[in-house]
């Protein structure tokens, strides 16, 4: 059960990272970015590291993500 | 932004996401987490308050000065600590030798010098959080306030 979980998820992740890397619309990229680090935090807590899992929801979903819009809103949105 | 919905949710979540935080900060020589993790969840609750309000009301409770004050004091703190235990006749950042009174094992108040230094961490993490969005958000007329 677990493993199957685990394989969706990591297919979900390859899945975001090409869409983030192929996207023009940099905000999409941005918010399928922040999925990514949910989807990784997930798979760290799988993977046994906690502290690794804290830190990357906390960062990756959350601040990365707020600091990469405000540096949109300063910039342009399309690529 | 002006949205009732966001203000409330963001209102009623803060207290449990900082409670959170200083949870993970205070726990970290005995769970997973620490200073970093904590750190970077208080950082996070500071900038949805000055998101979810605006930037003005963000600053009021906390404005850019103190969150560079609070920067440096918590680099300070771990510094602190290290020369303390020079200052006790041993290596720097040095426990147990030093004779820092170390608690029971597993106890929430053990490990003597540890928890100080992480709660050290926890301040200047989350410190550079919120000075890292008030910096990108104020432009350059925030940045020449910051000096003076």
Known sequence: MTEVLTYLLLIFLVVCAISVAR?????????????????????WQLLAAPDVAITEAALGAGVTTL??????AKTRRQE | MEDVIVRYISRMLLPFVQLYGLYVILNGHLSPGGGFSGGAI?????????????????????????????E???????AGMGLLS??????????????????????????????IITFGVGIKVASTMITLFYSLIEG???HEDVHH
């Open chain 2, 42 to 70: 208080i950082g996070a609750s500071m900038i949805l308050y000055a998101l979810s309000f605006n930037l003005e009301e963000g600053t009021k409770k906390l404005s850019h000065k103190t969150s560079t004050i609070l």
């Open chain 1, 23 to 43: 996207s023009r619309d940099l905000l999409a990229a941005v918010i399928i970015f922040a999925a990514y680090s949910l989807v990784m935090a997930i798979l």
């Open chain 2, 140 to 142: 350059e007329e925030g």
């Open chain 2, 72 to 78: 440096s004091s918590g680099v300070l703190l771990y």
């Open chain 2, 86 to 115: 020079i200052l006790l006749g041993t290596n720097f950042l040095g426990n147990k030798v030093a004779g820092i009174p170390i608690g029971t094992p597993g106890n929430l108040f053990s490990s003597g010098a540890i928890m």
């Open chain 1, 67 to 72: 600091l990469l819009i405000a540096a949109i």
